[in-house]
C-alpha cells in the first residue's frame, strides 16, 4: 500500500514539475518570439506613429496563432506564415512609387537592398517603415508563437531567432534586447527539453545557473561599435580631437554619416576645407535628415549615381553657377540647394540622395575640382504667404514626422509661440525669431538628457547651431508643416569679387521649410553675431600660435568681416518686435524659464547622460534591467540549491535563532535545535528513537552529559505532559544555547549571546 501511495504522489509531483517546465518554455518561446517586436516598437516611436497598429498587429497575431495551434497542422502554419510574409511585402512595396515594378523588372536591386539591409543598413533609415513593420511583423511572430504552442520549441527558437538576427544585422538590436531574446531562446530549448523527459526540479538548476552565467557575461564583455574609426569622431581631414579633447562642430555635422548625434561641447576647426567661385554667396549644403530620435538625426533612404541634369524644382528661381576646389581631403561634396547640374573633373563621384543632395562615393582628394548650377528660389518671403498647405503626401509623410519624446509642454509653448502667425511662413519666421531672441550661443553647453528639442525649448538657454535647427524643426512640425534638418557650411571669408574661402569652423545647421508649388526654402534660427564672433576669434586664435592650413594666399590678406548672405524679404508683419507675442512665465530676459528651470538649469528630474547635464532623481529600472536582475537571482538561488548552499543556509538560521513564543513553543525549538546540532556533528535520531533515548546516547557520543537529560525531561513534559512553566522554558533555551557555543566556536558563542 505503501509503494501504491508512494507512486502516486511521485505521478503527482512529475505533473506539476511537467506544467512548471512547460510554462518556463512558453514564457522563454515568447519573449524570442515578440524580442524583435521590441525594436520595432522603438522605431515606431521615433518615427511618431505606426504604435498603435503594430500592437494591434501583434495582439491579432498571437491570438490567430494561439486558436489555430489547436486546430491546423504544422504544413499549413508554415505556408499561412509564407502568405503573410508575401502579403507584408507586397504591402510595402505599394507604398513606395515603383515599388512594385522591383518584382518584376528590378529583382537584382531588390536582393541588393536585402543583402544591405542586413549588412549594417538601419530600418530606421527605411522609407515609409511604419508600413515596412506592420508588413514584417505577423509571419516570423505567427509561426514562432504556433509552434511554441505546439511544443516544437527548437523550430520556434529558430525562427523567432531569425527574425531577431536580422535586426542584430542590421544594427537596430540593442545588447540587452539581443540578450533577453537569447535567453528566452535558451529558456525555451532547455525547459522545453525537461518537460519532455518529465525532469525533475532539481534538473532545473544547472539550466538555471547557466542563464544566469550567460547575462553575467555578455553584460560585463565592453562592446564599443565602430570604434576609433566612428566617422563622428573624425574631422574631413581624417584629424580627430587629441587626448580626448571635444570633437569639432564640422566632425559631428559635414561627414554625412548615416545618423548624427547630437553633442554636448564642441570645438572650432581653422583649418580651410575648400574654395569656392560663385555668381553669389550662399549656404554650401552638404546633408539633410528627416528621422529625428530625440538626440540624433537619422537620413533616411539610398543614394543613386548622378546621371545628368536633376529637374528644376517647383517654384520661381535663379540658376546660380560655383565651382569647388578641394583644399583638404573631404567626404562631402558641398552645394548651393537646389543642385541641378554637375560637371568637372570630380563630377563622375557624384551620388545624389532621395533628398536632392550631393555627396561623393569617395572621398575628395585635395585639388579635387566640380562645378555644381544651382536654381535658388528668387523672391520674398511674402510670396510664400499664399503657397497654401496642399503638401505632396510624400513630402508630408517624411518631413512631418514628430517622435513620441516631444512633450505636450513642447507642444504648448510653440503653440504660444505662433498664436498671431496667420500663415506657414509666418509660423516659420515667428518660430525662427523665438529662438534668436530668447536663446543665446554658446558652444560649451551639456547635452541634456531625454529629448533634446525639449530640454532645449523648455529648459535650457543657450546652445549652438544644432540645437537651434533641431528645435526649430520640431517646432514646425508639431504644426504640421513639413520642414528638415540641414547641414553644410555658411558663405565662408570672401576673398575677392566671386571667390569665397570655407574654413571647418563654417560648419552650420539650420532649417528648410516646404512650401507647395515653391520648394524647400532656408530659414537660420541661430544667432549670426555670437556665433560669427567665435568664429572670428578662433582664426586670430589659429593665426596667432602658427597653426597650419589656417589660410591660403588669398585669405591671409582679406578682411575676415563675415558675408553676408541674401535673404528673401520678410513680410510686412515682421516688423513686430516678437511674432506671436510674448511667451507666458518666461522672463523677457531669458533667467527664468517654465517647468522648473532657473538660468537654463533643470531642478527636475530629468536624468544625465553621458557628456550631458546631470542631476535629477535616478530613473527606474527598465523592465528590460528588471528581466536581466530576475534571471540572475533565480540563477543565483539555483546555484545555491544545486550546491547545497541554499540547505546550509536555512540550517544555520534554524539553529542560531531562537525565537520566543510561549514556553511550550519555546522548548520544542530548543530541542529542535539540539537536535539540529547533533545530527550534523554526530549522526540522525533514528526512526522509533524517543527524545530522552537519543540524548542519553548522545550523551555518551556528544558529551551533553545532564543538560542533555534535562532537556529531553523538559522536551516530554512540553511536548506530551502538562506543560512547563517560563522558567523551565528559559533553562532550556540557556543550555542549548551553552551547547551550541561550545560546539560552533567564536561565531556560535557570538550568535547565541546576540
Not at 167 to 194: I, M, R
Not at 317 to 328: G, H, R
Not at 676 to 684: A, E, F, I, Q, T
Request: negative net charge.
Amino acid at each position: 500500500m505503501s509503494t501504491v501511495t508512494d507512486s502516486v504522489e511521485q505521478s503527482e509531483t512529475e505533473t506539476e514539475s511537467t506544467r512548471l517546465f512547460r510554462l518556463l518554455a512558453l514564457t522563454g518561446a515568447f519573449a524570442l518570439a515578440v524580442s524583435h517586436v521590441q525594436v520595432l516598437y522603438y522605431v515606431s516611436t521615433v518615427i511618431g506613429s505606426g504604435r498603435t497598429q503594430l500592437l494591434l498587429t501583434v495582439g491579432l497575431t498571437l491570438v490567430a496563432a494561439t486558436v489555430l495551434s489547436r486546430y491546423v497542422r504544422e504544413t499549413v502554419a508554415v505556408w499561412i506564415a509564407v502568405v503573410l510574409g508575401t502579403v507584408g511585402a507586397v504591402f510595402y512595396l505599394s507604398s513606395i512609387p515603383g515599388g512594385l515594378s522591383l518584382l518584376v523588372g528590378a529583382m537584382d536591386k531588390l536582393v541588393a537592398d536585402s543583402l544591405a539591409l542586413l549588412t549594417g543598413f538601419p530600418i530606421i533609415r527605411i522609407q515609409n517603415v511604419d508600413i515596412w513593420i506592420t508588413g514584417y511583423t505577423p509571419a516570423p511572430l505567427f509561426l514562432a508563437w504556433y509552434l511554441a504552442l505546439r511544443r516544437r520549441y527548437v523550430p520556434s527558437v529558430a525562427v523567432g531567432g531569425t527574425a531577431l538576427a536580422v535586426f542584430v544585422l542590421t544594427g537596430d538590436a540593442a545588447l540587452k534586447t539581443a540578450l533577453v531574446g537569447s535567453l528566452g531562446g535558451l529558456a525555451a530549448v532547455g525547459f522545453g527539453e525537461l518537460e519532455r523527459r518529465s525532469g525533475a526540479i532539481d534538473q532545473a538548476d544547472a539550466l538555471l545557473v547557466t542563464i544566469a552565467v550567460v547575462i553575467v557575461v555578455t553584460s560585463t564583455v565592453p562592446i564599443v561599435p565602430g570604434g576609433s574609426s566612428n566617422p563622428m569622431f573624425l574631422s574631413p581631414g581624417g584629424g580627430g580631437g587629441a587626448g580626448g579633447s571635444a570633437p569639432t562642430l564640422e566632425a559631428s555635422l559635414t561627414n554625412t554619416p548615416s545618423e548624427t548625434t547630437i553633442r554636448g561641447p564642441i570645438q572650432l576647426s581653422p583649418e580651410v576645407r575648400f574654395t569656392v567661385f560663385a555668381e553669389e554667396p550662399a549656404y554650401w549644403r552638404a546633408g539633410v535628415y528627416d528621422r529625428f530620435t530625440g538626440k540624433s538625426w537619422i537620413r533616411t533612404g539610398d543614394a543613386t549615381p548622378y546621371r545628368g541634369r536633376l529637374r528644376l524644382p517647383p517654384g520661381k528661381a535663379n540658376l546660380v553657377s560655383q565651382q569647388f576646389t578641394m583644399e583638404a581631403s573631404m567626404s562631402v561634396m558641398p552645394a548651393a540647394a537646389t543642385p541641378i547640374e554637375v560637371d568637372g573633373p570630380a563630377a563622375d563621384a557624384a551620388l545624389v540622395d532621395d533628398h536632392r543632395v550631393l555627396r561623393p562615393d569617395r572621398r575628395l582628394d585635395r585639388g579635387a575640382s566640380y562645378s555644381v548650377t544651382s536654381a535658388v528660389y528668387d523672391g520674398p518671403l511674402t510670396q510664400l504667404a499664399t503657397a497654401g498647405d496642399d503638401d505632396p503626401s510624400s513630402i508630408r509623410g517624411t518631413y512631418t514626422q514628430v517622435p513620441s519624446g516631444i512633450s505636450d509642454a513642447f507642444r504648448d509653448r510653440t503653440e504660444r509661440v505662433v498664436a498671431d502667425a496667420d500663415n506657414r511662413v509666418e509660423t516659420a519666421v515667428a518660430i525662427e525669431r523665438h529662438l534668436k531672441n530668447r536663446k543665446g550661443y554658446s558652444l560649451n553647453v551639456s547635452r541634456p538628457g531625454g529629448n533634446v528639442a525639449n530640454a532645449f525649448l523648455l529648459r535650457m538657454n543657450e546652445g549652438y547651431c544644432v540645437y537651434f535647427a533641431t528645435t526649430m524643426t520640431m517646432m514646425l512640425r508639431t504644426q504640421g508643416i513639413p520642414a528638415r534638418y540641414v547641414v553644410g557650411y555658411t558663405p565662408g571669408q570672401q576673398v575677392g569679387d566671386n571667390q569665397w574661402v570655407v574654413r571647418g569652423l563654417n560648419s552650420h545647421a539650420w532649417v528648410e521649410v516646404y512650401f507647395p508649388d515653391v520648394g524647400w526654402i532656408k530659414f537660420d534660427p541661430t544667432p549670426g553675431g555670437p556665433r560669427q564672433s567665435a568664429e572670428y576669434e578662433r582664426v586670430q586664435s589659429a593665426r596667432e600660435s602658427g597653426a597650419e592650413n589656417v589660410d591660403t594666399d588669398e585669405s591671409a590678406a582679406a578682411p575676415l568681416t563675415p558675408t553676408p548672405t541674401p535673404t528673401p524679404e520678410t513680410p510686412a508683419n515682421d516688423s513686430r518686435p516678437f511674432p506671436g507675442g510674448e511667451v507666458p512665465g518666461v522672463d523677457p530676459f531669458g533667467r527664468l524659464e517654465a517647468n522648473g528651470t532657473v538660468n537654463g538649469t533643470f531642478t527636475g528630474a530629468a536624468g544625465g547622460e553621458a557628456g550631458g547635464g546631470g542631476g535629477g532623481l535616478p530613473s527606474a529600472p527598465s523592465p528590460q534591467d528588471t528581466v536581466f536582475g530576475t534571471a540572475i537571482l533565480a540563477g543565483v538561488a539555483a546555484a545555491a540549491h544545486r550546491y547545497g548552499i541554499t540547505d546550509r543556509a536555512v540550517q544555520g538560521v534554524r539553529l542560531y535563532w531562537q525565537p520566543r513564543r510561549d514556553p511550550q513553543a519555546d522548548v520544542e525549538r530548543a530541542f529542535a535545535r539540539l537536535e539540529l546540532l547533533l545530527g550534523r556533528s554526530v549522526r540522525d535520531r533514528r526512526n522509533g528513537e524517543t527524545p530522552r533515548e537519543y540524548l542519553e546516547t548522545m550523551g555518551l557520543l556528544a558529551n551533553v552529559g545532564e543538560r542533555g537529560e534535562r532537556i529531553a525531561r523538559l522536551y516530554e513534559r512540553a511536548h506530551y505532559g502538562n506543560g512547563v512553566s517560563g522558567d523551565e522554558a528559559d533553562e532550556a533555551v540557556r543550555l542549548v544555547d551553552e551547547i551550541v557555543g561550545e560546539r560552533t566556536g567564536w561565531l556560535g558563542s557570538l550568535l547565541t549571546r546576540a
